[in-house]
């Protein structure tokens, strides 16, 4: 899966990572940061290191009347199914169904086809990035002065 190239500001520097939150292998950090690189992690739908959960889990329904839903995560996410069996098509996914309480992970930015076999109920969390603490500006008390 193409990916762009995004500088992380360190205290102690910068370095390079994939937009998709997976570290730049040597292939790609010869590329120029403005192009956009290959990336593997993605096409295996491999999680990258450091993601957490956010916000609420998302419950839905699929299967009657709309037997398919057509999807694409802005962000990573992980699919649980709750009832029934869903077929995963799309990025590292073979297309087989998931049944009761499998789980599937859902690369941010690609297309997915969820069909339920014959009726199911999924759950979805989306993971995230830490972010970072944002610095105090409270000088403390100065009484004592």
């Known amino acids: ?32 940061d403005d192009e956009p690189a290959d990336c593997a992690l993605c096409d295996r739908a491999q999680l990258p290191v450091g993601l957490i959960a956010v916000g609420p889990v998302r419950r839905r329904h699929i299967g009657d009347p709309r037997p398919c839903t057509v999807m694409t995560p802005t962000a990573w996410t992980v699919l649980t199914v709750e009832s029934g069996a869903v077929r995963v098509g799309g990025r590292g996914h073979s ?12 690369v941010a930015g690609a297309l997915y086809q969820l069909t339920a076999v014959p009726d199911a109920v999924i759950e979805l969390q989306r993971l995230e990035f830490p972010r970072a603490p944002v610095a105090s500006t409270d000088v403390g008390d100065r009484t004592g002065e």
């Open 95 to 106: 297309d087989r169904p998931l049944a009761a309480h499998a789980r599937a992970v859902l």
């Open 1 to 32: 899966m193409r990916r762009s190239i995004e500088t992380i500001d360190l205290d102690h520097g910068s370095w390079l990572r994939l937009d998709c939150g997976h570290p730049v292998n040597e292939s790609a950090s010869a590329v120029n």
